[in-house]
């Protein structure tokens, strides 16, 4: 059996006493614990052990019920096949733009060949663990610190197609991964925020401009209808005035007239 890793290199990985919120993660855990042939065996389900015979790979066994020879087959490993849950600790990346940042994630893998898994690879969660390590720098160092917020969903998509690619082998498949928190130096988080508080000030001012030139349009626009009211208003006056007269001048006229009809028809009685 391969020796875990220890000193600096392992408690970076595993981070001593793990993650809140995630098991302990134990190096060749397909490889510990395995049962005794005693000739019946039964399988759990979700459960794949790799039986060897003279030391050759014979059969692997799915859950149920199966007869082995004892002595002679022996169970050499066994794997979960179950969705597991891999923390990817925090670790530093530099992006495209050369900024250092810490970034840590979550993998999910499953298991999908036992046999591959066995014998492609020493340790198959190690493995996919140093791999998502490396992926995610190199995928990091492709894009700039703006771009790595605003793309987080690509950029965890494009982690996981380069993990399956490699990890195929291993039998091992990548389901998704997440990452969990981005950590630039305080200097550049200070930058960040003096800029977004910036940009806040800036939409603000452009709002504040915006409401002052729809006040000062709204306003004009009601002198504008309120001086064409007041000359609709009076040319209403000036019509009607003009009226009035010519009704007086008309009754007038008429007056005249009916009297001087009446002074002829006095002069010729």
């Not at 849950?85 to 840590?104: E, K, Y």
């Not at 915006?210 to 306003?219: A, H, P």
Request: aromatic share 4%; with cysteine.
């Amino acid at each position: 059996a391969a020796r875990a890793p220890g000193g600096a290199a392992a408690r970076g990985l595993f981070g001593g006493g793990g993650d809140a919120g995630f098991p302990q993660f134990t190096p060749n855990a397909h490889r510990r614990n395995l049962p005794v042939n005693w000739g019946l065996r039964i399988v759990p389900e979700q459960t794949a052990e790799v039986v060897e015979r003279f030391g050759s790979y014979n059969r692997t066994l799915g859950p149920g019920l199966h007869l082995l020879i004892p002595l002679v087959d022996q169970i050499r490993y066994m794997h979960s096949l179950k969705e597991q849950t891999l923390p990817i600790h925090a670790q530093s990346a530099i992006t495209r733009d050369n900024v250092v940042v810490q970034i840590d994630g979550v993998l999910y893998v499953q298991v999908m060949d036992a046999r591959k898994a066995s014998y492609g690879v020493e340790d198959p969660m190690f493995a996919v663990m140093q791999l998502a390590q490396t992926t995610m720098r190199s995928e990091l160092g492709k894009i700039s610190l703006d771009k790595m917020f605003e793309e987080r969903d690509a950029l965890n998509e494009s982690i996981v197609r380069v993990i399956n690619d490699a990890s195929s082998a291993w039998g091992v498949q990548c389901l998704r991964y997440e990452i969990r928190d981005i950590s630039p130096p305080e200097g550049v988080k200070a930058a960040m925020e003096l800029q977004a508080e910036a940009e806040r000030r800036k939409r603000a001012q452009i709002l504040e401009s915006e409401g002052q030139m729809r006040s000062k349009i709204n306003l004009a626009e009601s002198m504008k209808a309120e001086q064409i009211l007041k000359s609709e208003a009076k040319m209403q006056e000036i019509i009607n005035q003009a009226r009035a007269e010519a009704e007086a001048i008309l009754r007038k006229s008429e007056a005249t007239a009916e009297g001087i009809e009446r002074v002829a028809g006095v002069l010729h009685a």
